[in-house]
């Protein structure tokens, strides 16, 4: 067992050039800090866990924990989010990422975590660690209708009151996570972010909204939306792949909402599929099975 701790001051620069080289090698016109404004900032030392060796760290993990709450705002507890799982090439296959994953293992049985979440496109090994695959989503495309009734935003911007109605428009469903205003406008600061809306023309009060890209995540798939009627939400959606220049956009969405809006979305599409949404490992097998209508948004995905 390789010795596990959150890192100090002098650690971030070898944590944040470790990630960089492992999971963003051929990207370098952003710095990663910026895709991870919450877990990976300086002042968030206790969300990020390293193995280290000479002073240095040679793995990393983040764990993010995160209150779960149902459709009326009721919080049911608490679930850990990993995330930014990296290892050093030249010490691979010693365990290390293991090793964090027991740690946190550990760190949810102390504090009473329902679940321990993750994204990966890594499946036998995970597997091997003990995770099971774990909810749904559906993905549908959205090909190029030549419409443009979009209203490209600036998403740094953008007012609380805005952000709350981002939040107020987005479908109801069982299970999600809370996220607080300060968070959403911190997460509105990523790079590469493109916020489109549909405004009424008078008030110009916002009716839709959606969210493409994230960082180098989420290129050409909207991964957050939400409308006031199934109408506004297929007027938005029409537009996006146009105002984008694209062919083709991916909409994320919970497998379970109001049929209202899957059939809007069934109206526009040129594909629809179902997917497993991540990965889930629980103490105890019945929380994962109760957790399994829990759709989380792509913004709080790490």
Known sequence: ??????????????????????LRPFKTEIPITLEYPIVLHPDQPSLSYCVHKNSRPIAHANLWPRSLVTQDGKELGEIGLIGNVASHPEYRGLGLVRNLMDHFKNIAKQKEFKALILWSDLDQFYQNLGFKSWGNELR??????????????????????????????????????KRSLSEFHTLMQIPFLRVYALCDETTHQVKAFAAMNRGYDFLGVIHEWGAEDAKSLISLLKSIPSAAGLEEVTVLSP?????????ALRSICSAESKHPMAYGWSHNETNLEDLATTFIWGFDSI
């Open 1 to 22: 067992m390789h010795d596990i701790s959150t890192p100090n001051l002098s650690d971030f620069k070898w944590r944040n050039s470790l990630l960089q080289s492992t």
């Open 140 to 177: 549908f495309t959205i090909p190029n209708h030549n419409e443009n009734h979009a209203t490209l935003l600036n998403p740094q911007d953008l007012s609380e009151e805005t952000l709350q109605t981002f939040l107020d428009l987005r479908p109801k469903t069982p299970l999600t996570l």
């Open 255 to 263: 497998c379970y909402t109001s049929e209202m809006w899957l059939q």
